[in-house]
Antibody
Framework: QVQLQESGPGLVKPSETLSLTCTVSGASVNSEPYYWTWIRQTPGKGLDYIGYISNNGKTDYNPSLNSRVTISADTAKNHFSLRLSSVTAADTAVYYC??????????????????WGKGTTVTVSS | DIRMTQSPSSLSASVGDRVSITCRASQGIGSYLNWYQQRPGEAPKVLIFGASTLRSGVPSRFSGSGSGTDFTLTINTLQPEDFASYFCQHSYMTPYTFGQGTKLEFK
C-alpha cells in the first residue's frame, strides 16, 4: 500500500523559505509512470496545483509560483521536497503531497492524483 | 490557465436522494476531467478520472459524464458517507486547476 507523509515546520516567517518533505512508502519516487506533486488548499482559494517532479527528475511548476518554487527528489531517501521562497501570508495553507498517476482508457492516457498525504498546515506569520 | 467553475457551491439533500454537480471549463478539455471527494479533515480522494471512468473501489452509485467544456458528477441513492465536498479538476495541461468545490450537506 502506497503512503505519503508530509513533514516540515508549521510556522514560517514572512519573506523566509517554506520547506516541506514528502516521504513515500510502498513505492519508489523513481518508478514509472508516476509524477510526484504538491497541492495546497486554502479556504478562500480552494485547491491549487503547485507543481510536480517526474520519476526521472523533470519538473513542472505553476507559473503563478514559478520564480519562487523548487521541487526536488532524493531517491536514496525516497522522498521529494518543496521549497517556496519569499513567503507571505497568502502562502498560508494546508499543503498536500500526492502521486500523479496515469489511467489508460482505450489507449487514451488520463492523469489524476490517486494517493495523497494527510496534509500539513503551514502558517506564515511573524 | 483554464478556469473550472462548479455549481452549485452547496447542495442540501437527504439519504437516498439522487444529486448532480456540474463543472464547466473555460475552454475545451476533451475528457481530461477528474472528480474528487473530500471529507472534513481529510485529503481529497479521486472518484472518477477521464470524465467517466470510475476509479477502482469507488461505489457504482457515483458516475461522471460530459466532454469538452461541460461535465456532471451524479450520485445515485445518497449514503450517509457521501455528505462531503466534491471538486472537479482538469488534467488537459499544466497548470492543473480545480473547481471551487461543492459542499453536499444534509437537508
Amino acid at each position: 500500500q502506497v503512503q505519503l507523509q508530509e513533514s516540515g515546520p508549521g510556522l514560517v516567517k514572512p519573506s523566509e523559505t517554506l520547506s516541506l518533505t514528502c516521504t513515500v512508502s510502498g513505492a519508489s519516487v523513481n518508478s514509472e509512470p508516476y509524477y510526484w506533486t504538491w497541492i495546497r488548499q486554502t479556504p478562500g482559494k480552494g485547491l491549487d496545483y503547485i507543481g510536480y517532479i517526474s520519476n526521472n527528475g523533470k519538473t513542472d511548476y505553476n507559473p503563478s509560483l514559478n520564480s519562487r518554487v523548487t521541487i526536488s527528489a532524493d531517491t536514496a531517501k525516497n522522498h521529494f521536497s518543496l521549497r517556496l521562497s519569499s513567503v507571505t501570508a497568502a502562502d498560508t495553507a494546508v499543503y498536500y503531497c500526492a502521486r500523479l498517476t496515469i489511467g489508460d482508457v482505450w489507449s487514451i492516457y488520463y492523469y489524476y492524483m490517486d494517493v495523497w498525504g494527510k496534509g500539513t498546515t503551514v502558517t506564515v506569520s511573524s | 490557465d483554464i478556469r473550472m467553475t462548479q455549481s452549485p457551491s452547496s447542495l442540501s439533500a437527504s439519504v437516498g436522494d439522487r444529486v448532480s454537480i456540474t463543472c464547466r471549463a473555460s475552454q475545451g478539455i476533451g475528457s481530461y476531467l477528474n472528480w474528487y471527494q473530500q471529507r472534513p479533515g481529510e485529503a481529497p480522494k479521486v472518484l472518477i478520472f477521464g470524465a467517466s471512468t470510475l476509479r477502482s473501489g469507488v461505489p457504482s452509485r457515483f458516475s461522471g459524464s460530459g466532454s469538452g467544456t461541460d461535465f456532471t458528477l451524479t450520485i445515485n441513492t445518497l449514503q450517509p458517507e457521501d455528505f462531503a465536498s466534491y471538486f472537479c479538476q482538469h488534467s488537459y495541461m499544466t497548470p492543473y486547476t480545480f473547481g471551487q468545490g461543492t459542499k453536499l450537506e444534509f437537508k
